[in-house]
Nanobody, 115 residues
Framework: QVQLVESGGGLVQAGGSLRLSCAAS????????MGWYHQAPGKERELVAV???????NYADSVKGRFTISRGNAKNTVYLQMNSLKPADTAVYYC?????????WGQGTQVTVSS
């Protein structure tokens, strides 16, 4: 069974930094792409950043210049370095992996940014 596990969330003051990690287990394949999404209370889940297995990246406009997505050396690991955090970044952050059209999600990790 494929599982994605996120870690690294927490409480940080505005202007601070956090690094999220995501590692998958139970896979015999490498994801075509991995990404991070976030969902704030009462809002839709939205793309934050995505990286392909060719290292192409795409970011939401709201995080460009502040967040960096990268792949780990281990298969199916991905990181999200979040700098200059804002209260508006407060949300549950989910890791997502895609393989041949199949989508896998992690359980999410809470990020709270205080003003």
């Amino acid at each position: 069974q494929v599982q994605l596990v996120e870690s690294g969330g927490g409480l940080v003051q505005a202007g601070g930094s956090l690094r999220l990690s995501c590692a998958a287990s139970g896979t015999r394949f490498s994801f075509n792409s991995m990404g991070w999404y976030h969902q704030a209370p009462g809002k839709e889940r939205e793309l934050v950043a995505v990286i392909t297995n060719g290292d192409s990246t795409n970011y939401a406009d709201s995080v460009k210049g502040r967040f960096t997505i990268s792949r780990g050396n281990a298969k199916n690991t991905v990181y999200l370095q979040m700098n200059s955090l804002k209260p508006a970044d407060t949300a549950v952050y989910y890791c997502r992996g895609v393989f041949l059209g199949h989508v896998y999600w992690g359980q999410g990790t809470q990020v709270t940014v205080s003003s």
